[in-house]
């Protein structure tokens, strides 16, 4: 059965802190490995990875994949407390038809 | 304002009942899911639809079932209401072709069974 496992499930921190959250997986059919950010109800999308070892970044925020030891990392450096949210791990799997495999998400909160 | 739009965005029911949700996607994305995500879970997958057949389903019952439309809207039909049914419903769209980048999320539905 295809799982993706995130930790911590909670993370609370001070502003400017660097919070690094983490996903593992097992799954069949790897295709990419997406995270996402969900602040009240739609997920918004953050990185797509397909390849290990390279770093994807976007201002704050960087994820790289290791594709050897499954798993992959999210990192917001100099946190704000508009970065408190709940942060999904999402594993695109091809069996037939495409789905995405989620973890249970971290959910971050930054204190002022 | 995502692109895709689900309505309601509320819904409180009985157990035992059946239920409609719907999802009305952007022109263009003619494939759509549905995803479950329960109270500080992840999402699950439901089942997907690619031009208006199932062409894959999670590990859901028979009385989830859905449809999707040519004017690229969809629907999640519930039947039989349990309790545990409550959850808020997901449904993604993206063009087949297009990069894993592109599933586009709805604002869900809040389904309360009670």
């Known amino acids: 059965e295809d799982k993706v496992v995130q930790s911590p499930l909670s993370l609370v921190v001070h502003e400017g802190d660097t919070v690094t959250l983490n996903c593992s997986y097992e799954?069949?059919?790897?295709?990419?490995l997406l995270w996402y950010k969900q602040e009240k109800k739609a997920p918004t999308f953050l990185f797509m990875l397909?390849?290990?070892?390279i770093e994807k970044k976007s201002g704050r925020l960087s994820s790289i994949l290791d594709k050897k030891e499954l798993f992959s990392i999210l990192n917001i450096t100099a946190t704000q407390t508009g970065d408190s949210a709940i942060y999904l791990c999402?594993?695109?799997?091809?069996?037939?038809?495409?789905?995405?495999?989620f973890g249970q998400g971290t959910r971050l909160t930054i204190n002022p | 304002e995502t692109g895709v739009t689900q309505s309601p965005t509320h819904l409180i029911k009985t157990r035992g009942q059946q239920v409609t949700l719907r999802c009305s996607s952007q022109?263009?994305?003619?494939?759509v899911s549905w995803y479950q995500q329960a109270l500080g879970q992840g999402p699950q997958f439901i089942f997907q639809?690619?031009?208006?057949?199932?062409?894959g389903r999670g590990n859901f019952p028979p009385r989830f079932s859905g449809l999707q439309f040519p004017n690229y809207s969809s629907e999640l039909n519930v039947n039989a209401l349990e309790l545990d049914d409550s959850a808020l419903y997901l449904c993604?769209?993206?063009?087949?072709?297009?990069?894993?980048?592109?599933?586009?999320f709805g604002s869900g539905t809040r389904l309360t069974v009670v």
């Open positions: 993604a769209s993206r063009r087949l072709g297009q990069g894993d980048y592109g599933y586009t």
């Open positions: 799954v069949t059919n790897f295709r990419s």
């Open positions: 397909t390849s290990s070892g």
């Open positions: 999402a594993v695109v799997v091809v069996q037939g038809a495409q789905k995405l495999v």
């Open positions: 022109s263009g994305h003619n494939t």
């Open positions: 639809y690619y031009r208006e057949e199932e062409n």
